[in-house]
């Protein structure tokens, strides 16, 4: 038996389920029980209690932004430790839509461990419309900020969420000529 083969029976059927519902959870529950040579109620029992542990807390559509316009930023925060007033901070932000307000998209929000403290994925219409988003970020944190923030903007995406971008040869027109 090849160490590919050994590694994927080891896999708990949870976590095989969970694999297949990242590769499409557009997918039949049919079609992945096919796949995982079960029963249709299984899956859906395996998911459902996934989905109520939280395990599993949200789909998603992989959105190319270049094709509807739109431009994906990331910015960098250094900030001081997290505190009750800081959590109560990005947590009101949050509820209140302020990016939406702001014409942008929330994509990815992380807290890390490292040398940046907060990465924040969005997408915006043009630069104006990012530019004044972050700087709204800026002024909102600014007494909790270690350091100036940074902003970059995305030329390619690779991958997101775990799918492989469909037009992953157009990385080629990067290439200087």
Do not use: C
Not at 20 to 25: F, Q
């Amino acid at each position: 038996m090849s160490e590919k083969t050994q590694k994927s029976n080891k896999l708990g059927f949870k976590e095989k389920l969970i694999k297949e519902l990242l590769k499409d959870p557009t997918r039949s529950l049919k079609k992945i029980a096919e796949k995982l040579d079960t029963y249709r109620q299984k899956i859906w029992r395996k998911k459902k209690e996934l989905e109520e542990k939280k395990v599993i807390w949200g789909y998603t559509a992989v959105v190319d932004e270049t094709k509807k316009d739109h431009v994906m930023y990331i910015a960098l925060l250094k900030m001081k430790p997290m505190s009750e007033d800081l959590a109560e901070l990005i947590i009101d932000r949050q509820i209140k839509g302020v990016q939406e307000i702001q014409e942008v998209q929330l994509v990815n929000v992380l807290y890390l461990n490292g040398q940046y403290d907060w990465i924040l994925m969005f997408t915006a219409p043009d630069h104006a419309a990012a530019r004044r988003y972050f700087d709204n970020v800026r002024r909102a944190y600014d007494e909790y900020l270690l350091e100036k923030p940074v902003m970059v903007d995305v030329n390619f995406s690779l991958i997101r969420e775990g799918k492989v971008n469909p037009d992953l040869k157009d990385l080629h027109d990067f290439v200087p000529v």
